[in-house]
């Protein structure tokens, strides 16, 4: 934490001084951010609650407790994210308001 | 949009105070992610004899598993033992299929430690050949 200027944003009832780094929210920047709307675990078709179009989704599927794959065959459509090719598998999943395709 | 304190940054030319999240480019209401590493490096195969197999191994010491992008030059499947090179970039983990079977695997994982692309390609004529790669390392865990 050496670092002592700058804008830093904390989750709701963190310090934004003492909070290490994983845990604040993205520095204020002049770029375009991911902006996180949800996460969960899930092993079936899914709402994703977005309705204005496709998602970004990041997926990943556990392979032990201290290891994780990133999915690159999850599939989104404008309502779900779907199993199809992965049918039974147990997987983390984000979901950004950030469409697949911006104008 | 009820919410009237925190941070936002709008898009030029449109109403930080009235646009959609669309047209947000950051706001404080939703978490970001946040980079702590990106690179991009080159793996070559040599005297593979049709099976070639690497695994990358990028130590990033975040200290859980952090969520990741990486992305990879690959080899599409043409025919029967035929595999050539694609333009461009595929996004980690994927595998190639020949009919019923899964030819070549192009897998990343990571642990609190390191990120890893591990690669399995099968009946590349070429020898040698290299695939470049791309990735960023968040310091977001997978699932908080």
Known sequence: MANRHGIRITKENENALFTITAYLYQLLSSRNAFKELSQGVADVDTNHNVTDGIPMVMSFRIVDSNTVQAMGNVEVTDSQILTTYIPGISFFYRVFYNKQTEA | ?144
């Open chain 2, 1 to 144: 949009m009820a919410q009237r304190r925190g941070i936002r940054v709008s898009k030029q030319n449109k109403n930080v105070l009235t646009c959609g999240y669309n047209d947000l480019i950051f706001t404080s209401e939703f978490p970001a992610l946040k980079i702590h590493a990106q690179g991009s490096g080159e793996v070559t195969f040599t005297g593979h004899g049709g099976t070639a197999t690497d695994t990358v191994i990028i130590p990033h010491n975040v200290g859980i598993s952090p969520m990741f992008f990486a992305f990879t030059e690959w080899y599409e499947h043409i025919g029967a033992l035929v595999q050539e090179k694609q333009e461009g970039y595929k996004m980690f983990s994927f595998g190639i299929s020949a009919g019923e079977f899964t030819v070549s695997k192009y897998l990343a994982f990571t642990d609190p430690t390191a990120l890893y692309l591990d690669y399995s390609v099968l009946n590349v004529a070429e020898d040698p050949f290299s695939l470049k790669y791309i990735y960023y390392i968040f310091e977001d865990p997978v699932l908080e």
